[in-house]
């Protein structure tokens, strides 16, 4: 049962490298976990809620990119903190459950009481403390966070019914084909350490009897049904679907902000969410411009402190300066993530775009996007090395690094 004594832990669920990953071209370069958002790794924003967490020992990472790409941060990120920072890396992936039961020996050595879990890919406030006090409340093995979305968007996720009076999980469906509820799973719990009595249950059914079941397509892409069938266990439909209904999974309503970061465009909304709410948790993050020489900046807006900015810039709103950026004089920037190295030259403008490492935008030149962040040409995003010359206008479009636009582009991918 759910106490409030002893340690906790958190685990944070990075994932890995896929094909056909729709984080391409920004994840050439980068593992998506490290990508920034508002300034920020995207992994960092969880990792930071987490500190918050009462009695917290260690925090987590697993994962199955290369044990390479995650040393320097997590090494960086604990001497920050002063929390420990470790990276789990699995042979293969096991599943978000069967990642969980493949380090339970680890996860457990501090004993923890609770065992905080959540997706990295997820944007939120991450309201741990709210959820660990109505955690304890209910004394089930597992709360999770939930979400009321509009009935159009819900069967994109985990559909949810839970009990108005008792918070209780009574139904669970993943991405259902027919409407079920409005509310949905965010990807974000809190268990207790039965939960890996219940994971182990799911294994050694799987064990015994074999089991006959769809897959996603991910894992049909990936996987043989024979490997998956004991070792990949999933937390929506293999854990929390037959636990549904049985006293012993509650919900926590988070009425904040929340989104899956799946795609370039979604990192661009998100990093706005996180700069919007800088004002409230970390308002020194957010760009001033309040001296005489310094450009103006409109709303929300992150400049790393090696960033150089022209005082006739005008900057924002919802906009993020990464390292070594150099910004021209009367260039515009509108709802836009600016990568390491980049130059923009006088007079450019950038608008709903992400512009990538090492980039060059010449004078006068556009680089825009409409703004739609779930369309797959609804901003445009330029790859590593990527040269717009003087005057040229880019709209909508996906360009991959080490290229060189000498002529307007709208609506294209550019390979």
């Not at 300034?39 to 994962?63: D, E, F, R, S």
């Not at 709360?143 to 009574?170: H, M, N, Q, R, Y």
């Not at 904040?256 to 020194?284: H, N, V």
């Not at 040269?387 to 000498?406: A, F, S």
Request: charged letters at 20%.
């Amino acid at each position: 049962m759910a106490s409030s004594e002893g340690a906790n832990v958190a685990v944070i669920m990075v994932g890995g490298p896929t094909k056909g990953t729709r984080f391409r071209p920004l994840s050439f370069n980068l593992a998506k976990p490290l990508f920034p958002l508002a300034g920020q790794p995207m992994v960092q924003h969880p990792i930071l809620a987490c500190k918050k967490i009462p009695n917290l020992a260690q925090i987590y990472l697993i994962g199955f990119y290369e044990e390479r790409d995650f040393t320097l941060y997590v090494s960086a990120i604990s001497n920050e903190l002063k929390v420990p920072v470790r990276y789990l890396r699995e042979e293969k992936p096991h599943g978000s459950a069967g990642g969980l039961y493949y380090f339970r020996d680890l996860l457990m050595e501090e004993n923890p009481v609770n065992i905080f879990v959540m997706n990295c890919d997820v944007c939120c406030s991450f309201p741990l403390s709210d959820m660990l006090a109505a955690h304890l409340k209910y004394k089930g093995i597992g709360t999770l966070l939930v979400k009321k979305v509009s009935a159009e968007s819900a069967s994109e996720f985990g559909e949810i019914v839970a009990d108005a009076e008792t918070g209780e999980l009574l139904h669970y469906a993943e991405k259902p084909e027919t409407f079920v509820s409005e509310w949905i799973n965010c990807g974000v719990y809190i268990f207790t350490p039965e939960i890996f009595l219940a994971i182990q249950g799911v294994a050694s059914e799987r064990n015994n009897h074999g089991t006959l079941r769809r897959v996603s397509s991910f894992e049909a892409l990936h996987f043989t049904t024979k490997s998956t069938q004991a070792d990949f266990v999933r937390l929506d439909q293999d854990i929390l679907t037959p636990l549904a209904g049985k006293r012993k999974l509650y919900t926590y309503e988070t009425q904040d902000f929340w989104e899956q970061i799946k795609t370039p465009g979604m990192s661009l909304k998100c990093s706005s969410l996180y700069l919007a709410q800088y004002r409230l948790t970390a308002p020194d993050l957010l760009a001033k411009g309040d001296k005489s020489n310094s450009a103006k900046f409109v709303g929300d807006v992150y400049v790393h402190p090696s960033a150089k900015i022209h005082h006739t810039a005008k900057v924002g709103p919802n906009v993020s300066i990464s390292g070594s950026a150099r910004i021209g004089p009367g260039v515009r920037l509108i709802g836009c993530i600016i990568l390491d190295d980049v130059e923009i030259k006088e007079n450019a403008l950038i608008s709903h775009s992400i512009v990538g490492w090492k980039s060059i935008v010449g004078r006068w030149a556009r680089v825009q996007g409409v703004g739609d962040y779930t369309a797959k040409l609804g901003i445009t995003i330029l790859g590593e090395d990527v040269q717009v010359e003087d005057e040229v206008v880019v709209t909508n479009c996906i360009v991959l690094p080490h290229k060189t636009l000498n002529l307007s582009v709208h609506d294209e991918i550019i390979l």
